[in-house]
Protein backbone atom coordinates (compact mmCIF):
# COMPACT_ATOMS: atom_id res chain seq x y z
CA UNK A 1 0.00 0.00 0.00
CA UNK A 2 2.91 2.43 0.76
CA UNK A 3 4.34 1.93 -2.80
CA UNK A 4 0.58 2.32 -4.26
CA UNK A 5 0.46 5.65 -2.27
CA UNK A 6 3.84 6.79 -3.15
CA UNK A 7 3.30 6.12 -6.74
CA UNK A 8 0.22 8.62 -6.82
CA UNK A 9 1.77 11.29 -4.90
CA UNK A 10 4.82 11.03 -6.60
CA UNK A 11 2.79 12.45 -9.64
CA UNK A 12 1.83 15.47 -8.26
CA UNK A 13 5.10 16.23 -5.70
CA UNK A 14 8.88 15.63 -5.85
CA UNK A 15 8.74 15.86 -1.85
CA UNK A 16 7.55 12.83 -1.29
CA UNK A 17 10.27 10.21 0.13
CA UNK A 18 9.68 6.34 0.71
CA UNK A 19 11.03 5.52 3.86
CA UNK A 20 11.25 1.31 4.13
CA UNK A 21 13.12 -1.16 5.59
CA UNK A 22 12.80 -3.73 3.04
CA UNK A 23 16.38 -3.62 1.41
CA UNK A 24 15.38 -5.86 -1.70
CA UNK A 25 12.71 -4.04 -2.77
CA UNK A 26 14.41 -0.44 -1.85
CA UNK A 27 17.46 -1.80 -4.46
CA UNK A 28 14.79 -2.70 -7.13
CA UNK A 29 12.83 0.26 -7.14
CA UNK A 30 15.77 2.71 -7.00
CA UNK A 31 17.76 0.45 -10.08
CA UNK A 32 14.48 0.52 -12.25
CA UNK A 33 11.76 2.70 -10.95
CA UNK A 34 8.46 1.70 -9.71
CA UNK A 35 6.03 0.19 -12.52
CA UNK A 36 1.98 0.80 -11.53
CA UNK A 37 -0.45 -1.92 -12.93
CA UNK A 38 -3.98 -0.44 -13.40
CA UNK A 39 -6.75 -2.80 -12.97
CA UNK A 40 -6.85 -3.01 -16.68
CA UNK A 41 -3.49 -3.87 -16.81
CA UNK A 42 -2.12 -1.12 -18.13
CA UNK A 43 1.71 0.03 -16.84
CA UNK A 44 3.54 3.15 -15.76
CA UNK A 45 7.08 3.49 -14.39
CA UNK A 46 8.08 6.46 -12.62
CA UNK A 47 11.31 7.22 -10.08
CA UNK A 48 10.72 7.46 -6.49
CA UNK A 49 12.69 8.81 -3.46
CA UNK A 50 13.23 5.83 -1.74
CA UNK A 51 15.48 4.77 1.05
CA UNK A 52 16.19 2.63 4.61
CA UNK A 53 18.58 5.58 5.67
CA UNK A 54 16.71 8.12 8.10
CA UNK A 55 19.27 10.66 7.76
CA UNK A 56 18.22 10.63 3.51
CA UNK A 57 14.51 11.76 4.79
CA UNK A 58 14.21 15.30 5.16
CA UNK A 59 11.92 16.80 8.17
CA UNK A 60 8.44 16.59 6.96
CA UNK A 61 5.49 18.03 7.80
CA UNK A 62 3.25 15.16 6.96
CA UNK A 63 4.42 10.84 7.64
CA UNK A 64 2.06 8.78 6.30
CA UNK A 65 2.24 5.14 8.18
CA UNK A 66 1.73 2.32 5.89
CA UNK A 67 3.63 -0.58 8.16
CA UNK A 68 2.07 -3.19 9.56
CA UNK A 69 0.60 -3.18 12.83
CA UNK A 70 3.83 -5.25 14.60
CA UNK A 71 5.69 -2.88 12.91
CA UNK A 72 3.99 0.18 14.54
CA UNK A 73 5.98 0.43 17.39
CA UNK A 74 9.40 0.32 16.27
CA UNK A 75 8.54 2.35 13.43
CA UNK A 76 6.80 5.37 15.93
CA UNK A 77 10.66 6.36 16.74
CA UNK A 78 11.34 6.83 13.74
CA UNK A 79 8.49 8.73 13.06
CA UNK A 80 9.44 10.69 15.37
CA UNK A 81 13.12 11.88 14.35
CA UNK A 82 11.75 13.48 11.59
CA UNK A 83 8.42 14.46 11.93
CA UNK A 84 8.27 18.58 12.27
CA UNK A 85 6.90 19.91 16.04
CA UNK A 86 4.20 20.88 14.55
CA UNK A 87 4.01 17.66 11.80
CA UNK A 88 1.16 15.27 11.88
CA UNK A 89 1.70 11.56 11.61
CA UNK A 90 -1.38 9.96 9.70
CA UNK A 91 -2.10 6.31 9.80
CA UNK A 92 -3.90 4.41 7.58
CA UNK A 93 -3.00 0.97 9.08
CA UNK A 94 -5.16 -2.15 9.50
CA UNK A 95 -6.37 -3.30 12.71
CA UNK A 96 -6.76 -1.64 16.11
CA UNK A 97 -3.99 -0.02 19.17
CA UNK A 98 -1.62 2.00 16.23
CA UNK A 99 -3.68 5.37 17.03
CA UNK A 100 -2.41 4.23 20.38
CA UNK A 101 1.05 3.49 20.09
CA UNK A 102 1.30 6.45 18.12
CA UNK A 103 0.08 9.15 20.51
CA UNK A 104 1.50 7.52 23.09
CA UNK A 105 4.85 8.61 21.92
CA UNK A 106 3.41 11.73 19.54
CA UNK A 107 1.01 13.11 21.46
CA UNK A 108 -2.47 13.12 21.03
CA UNK A 109 -2.47 16.63 18.96
CA UNK A 110 -0.03 15.03 16.02
CA UNK A 111 -1.92 11.92 15.25
CA UNK A 112 -4.42 11.48 12.78
CA UNK A 113 -6.83 8.00 12.57
CA UNK A 114 -7.98 7.22 8.90
CA UNK A 115 -8.52 4.54 7.09
CA UNK A 116 -8.08 3.37 3.22
CA UNK A 117 -10.66 0.84 0.74
CA UNK A 118 -7.82 1.07 -2.03
CA UNK A 119 -6.38 -2.41 -2.66
CA UNK A 120 -3.10 -3.29 -4.06
CA UNK A 121 -0.68 -6.70 -4.50
CA UNK A 122 2.66 -6.42 -5.08
CA UNK A 123 3.36 -8.36 -8.30
CA UNK A 124 6.98 -8.11 -7.98
CA UNK A 125 9.61 -6.32 -5.83
CA UNK A 126 8.99 -2.93 -8.00
CA UNK A 127 5.90 -3.27 -9.60
CA UNK A 128 2.44 -2.92 -7.22
CA UNK A 129 -1.02 -3.62 -9.51
CA UNK A 130 -3.92 -1.72 -8.42
CA UNK A 131 -6.42 -4.08 -7.47
CA UNK A 132 -9.13 -1.97 -6.67
CA UNK A 133 -10.04 1.60 -5.78
CA UNK A 134 -12.22 3.08 -3.20
CA UNK A 135 -12.11 6.18 -0.65
CA UNK A 136 -9.66 7.53 1.82
CA UNK A 137 -10.88 8.76 4.91
CA UNK A 138 -9.26 11.21 7.73
CA UNK A 139 -10.11 12.00 10.90
CA UNK A 140 -11.27 15.37 11.71
CA UNK A 141 -8.83 17.54 14.63
CA UNK A 142 -9.90 20.57 15.85
CA UNK A 143 -7.59 22.93 15.64
CA UNK A 144 -6.07 20.87 12.37
CA UNK A 145 -8.06 21.86 10.26
CA UNK A 146 -5.94 23.92 7.67
CA UNK A 147 -3.40 21.16 7.81
CA UNK A 148 -5.55 18.42 7.52
CA UNK A 149 -7.69 20.47 4.67
CA UNK A 150 -3.87 20.31 3.00
CA UNK A 151 -3.12 16.87 3.22
CA UNK A 152 -6.94 15.93 1.96
CA UNK A 153 -5.88 18.67 -1.12
CA UNK A 154 -2.70 17.07 -2.32
CA UNK A 155 -4.09 13.80 -1.61
CA UNK A 156 -7.07 14.46 -3.81
CA UNK A 157 -5.18 16.20 -6.88
CA UNK A 158 -2.59 12.63 -7.00
CA UNK A 159 -5.95 10.87 -7.54
CA UNK A 160 -6.37 9.20 -4.01
CA UNK A 161 -10.19 10.21 -3.47
CA UNK A 162 -10.08 11.46 0.86
CA UNK A 163 -12.44 12.97 2.85
CA UNK A 164 -12.28 14.43 6.19
CA UNK A 165 -14.89 12.99 8.18
CA UNK A 166 -16.02 13.27 12.10
CA UNK A 167 -16.61 9.79 13.37
CA UNK A 168 -13.49 8.20 12.01
CA UNK A 169 -13.85 5.29 14.51
CA UNK A 170 -17.39 4.16 13.18
CA UNK A 171 -15.56 3.66 9.88
CA UNK A 172 -12.46 2.31 11.28
CA UNK A 173 -14.33 -0.77 12.68
CA UNK A 174 -16.16 -1.10 9.88
CA UNK A 175 -12.85 -1.61 7.91
CA UNK A 176 -12.07 -3.92 10.99
CA UNK A 177 -14.91 -6.30 10.01
CA UNK A 178 -14.07 -6.54 7.06
CA UNK A 179 -10.42 -7.26 7.30
CA UNK A 180 -11.69 -10.02 10.07
CA UNK A 181 -14.01 -11.21 8.00
CA UNK A 182 -11.92 -11.57 4.72
CA UNK A 183 -7.97 -12.00 5.71
CA UNK A 184 -7.82 -14.98 7.82
CA UNK A 185 -10.17 -17.11 5.49
CA UNK A 186 -8.31 -16.09 2.24
CA UNK A 187 -5.16 -16.56 3.77
CA UNK A 188 -5.76 -19.38 5.33
CA UNK A 189 -6.81 -21.38 1.76
CA UNK A 190 -4.77 -18.87 -0.35
CA UNK A 191 -8.14 -18.32 -2.21
CA UNK A 192 -9.46 -14.53 -3.62
CA UNK A 193 -11.71 -12.42 -1.91
CA UNK A 194 -14.95 -13.49 -4.32
CA UNK A 195 -13.58 -17.19 -3.54
CA UNK A 196 -15.48 -16.78 0.08
CA UNK A 197 -19.31 -16.64 -1.62
CA UNK A 198 -18.83 -19.78 -3.76
CA UNK A 199 -19.09 -21.96 -1.14
CA UNK A 200 -22.32 -22.49 1.49
CA UNK A 201 -19.48 -23.18 4.48
CA UNK A 202 -17.21 -20.46 4.05
CA UNK A 203 -20.04 -17.86 3.94
CA UNK A 204 -21.36 -19.29 7.03
CA UNK A 205 -18.21 -18.73 8.69
CA UNK A 206 -17.67 -15.29 6.94
CA UNK A 207 -20.93 -14.10 8.84
CA UNK A 208 -20.23 -16.12 12.09
CA UNK A 209 -16.98 -13.83 12.03
CA UNK A 210 -18.53 -10.69 11.23
CA UNK A 211 -21.23 -11.19 13.50
CA UNK A 212 -18.98 -11.68 16.40
CA UNK A 213 -16.71 -8.37 15.81
CA UNK A 214 -20.35 -6.36 15.07
CA UNK A 215 -20.95 -7.12 18.95
CA UNK A 216 -17.86 -6.35 20.31
CA UNK A 217 -17.92 -2.99 18.70
CA UNK A 218 -21.53 -1.96 20.11
CA UNK A 219 -20.12 -3.20 23.24
CA UNK A 220 -17.06 -1.04 23.07
CA UNK A 221 -19.77 1.78 22.07
CA UNK A 222 -19.59 2.30 18.76
CA UNK A 223 -21.87 2.97 16.40
CA UNK A 224 -21.54 1.14 12.79
CA UNK A 225 -22.20 2.80 9.51
CA UNK A 226 -24.32 0.13 7.85
CA UNK A 227 -27.08 -1.41 9.64
CA UNK A 228 -26.23 -5.09 8.17
CA UNK A 229 -22.69 -5.74 9.11
CA UNK A 230 -22.55 -8.94 7.42
CA UNK A 231 -24.34 -8.09 3.50
CA UNK A 232 -21.93 -5.23 3.56
CA UNK A 233 -18.80 -7.84 4.04
CA UNK A 234 -20.16 -9.69 1.25
CA UNK A 235 -20.60 -6.79 -1.41
CA UNK A 236 -16.95 -6.01 -0.73
CA UNK A 237 -15.97 -9.42 -1.47
CA UNK A 238 -18.20 -8.96 -4.64
CA UNK A 239 -16.31 -5.50 -5.47
CA UNK A 240 -12.99 -6.68 -4.91
CA UNK A 241 -13.62 -10.78 -6.41
CA UNK A 242 -10.08 -10.53 -7.58
CA UNK A 243 -8.28 -9.19 -5.24
CA UNK A 244 -5.71 -11.15 -2.59
CA UNK A 245 -5.65 -9.92 0.74
CA UNK A 246 -3.21 -8.42 2.41
CA UNK A 247 -3.03 -11.42 4.46
CA UNK A 248 -2.38 -13.74 1.89
CA UNK A 249 0.23 -11.56 0.03
CA UNK A 250 1.98 -11.92 3.64
CA UNK A 251 1.18 -15.94 3.91
CA UNK A 252 2.36 -16.47 0.55
CA UNK A 253 6.15 -14.70 1.27
CA UNK A 254 6.46 -15.79 4.50
CA UNK A 255 5.78 -12.95 6.49
CA UNK A 256 4.38 -12.12 9.45
CA UNK A 257 0.66 -11.21 9.28
CA UNK A 258 -1.53 -8.59 11.18
CA UNK A 259 -3.35 -11.51 12.66
CA UNK A 260 -3.25 -10.14 16.16
CA UNK A 261 -4.20 -7.14 15.68
CA UNK A 262 -7.16 -8.01 13.83
CA UNK A 263 -8.83 -10.84 15.04
CA UNK A 264 -6.81 -11.56 17.79
CA UNK A 265 -7.53 -7.93 19.30
CA UNK A 266 -11.45 -8.75 18.56
CA UNK A 267 -10.76 -11.86 20.87
CA UNK A 268 -9.36 -9.62 23.47
CA UNK A 269 -11.81 -7.40 23.61
CA UNK A 270 -14.43 -10.01 23.78
CA UNK A 271 -12.84 -11.29 26.94
CA UNK A 272 -13.15 -7.60 28.56
CA UNK A 273 -16.77 -7.48 27.47
CA UNK A 274 -18.24 -11.37 28.41
CA UNK A 275 -18.45 -11.39 24.80
CA UNK A 276 -17.89 -14.93 22.95
CA UNK A 277 -16.04 -14.80 19.99
CA UNK A 278 -15.26 -18.37 19.14
CA UNK A 279 -15.15 -18.00 15.23
CA UNK A 280 -12.23 -15.13 16.00
CA UNK A 281 -10.40 -17.50 18.36
CA UNK A 282 -10.43 -20.24 16.02
CA UNK A 283 -9.07 -18.04 12.54
CA UNK A 284 -6.60 -16.22 15.38
CA UNK A 285 -5.08 -19.90 16.25
CA UNK A 286 -5.19 -21.40 13.00
CA UNK A 287 -3.26 -17.85 11.28
CA UNK A 288 -0.91 -18.21 13.73
CA UNK A 289 -0.16 -22.14 13.18
CA UNK A 290 0.24 -21.40 9.36
CA UNK A 291 2.20 -18.58 9.53
CA UNK A 292 4.26 -20.87 12.17
CA UNK A 293 4.90 -23.40 9.04
CA UNK A 294 1.87 -25.69 10.22
CA UNK A 295 -0.10 -26.75 7.17
CA UNK A 296 -3.81 -25.78 7.23
CA UNK A 297 -6.49 -28.67 6.54
CA UNK A 298 -9.38 -27.47 5.03
CA UNK A 299 -11.51 -29.84 6.48
CA UNK A 300 -10.72 -28.15 9.93
CA UNK A 301 -13.59 -25.91 8.81
CA UNK A 302 -15.77 -28.63 9.16
CA UNK A 303 -15.17 -28.80 12.70
CA UNK A 304 -17.07 -25.49 13.36
CA UNK A 305 -20.49 -26.88 12.45
CA UNK A 306 -19.66 -29.56 14.73
CA UNK A 307 -19.01 -27.53 17.99
CA UNK A 308 -21.91 -27.80 20.41
CA UNK A 309 -24.64 -25.13 20.23
CA UNK A 310 -22.51 -23.97 17.21
CA UNK A 311 -20.72 -20.77 16.86
CA UNK A 312 -22.03 -20.95 13.12
CA UNK A 313 -25.70 -19.93 14.85
CA UNK A 314 -24.55 -16.78 16.22
Not at 58 to 72: E, G, M
Not at 91 to 108: D, W
Not at 188 to 196: K, P, Q, R, S
Amino acid sequence: MATLFGFFLNKVSDRITLFSAWTEQINAITENGLTFMDPDGNKWTRRLNITNNLHHVPPTDVALILVKSYQTKHTVGQVKGVLRPNGLAVTLQNGLGNVEILQAALGGDRVVAGITYHAANLSALACVQHAGAGKTFLGMKVGRETQLNEIVNLLNKAGIQTELIKNIASLSWSKLIVNAGINPLTALLEIENGDLLHDPLLGKILAATVQEVAAVATRHGISLPHSDPVEHVFDICRATARNRSSMLQDIVRGAKTEIEAINGAVVDLGVRYGIPTPVNQFLLEQVQSKQAGETFEPDRLNDLEAWPKSALQC
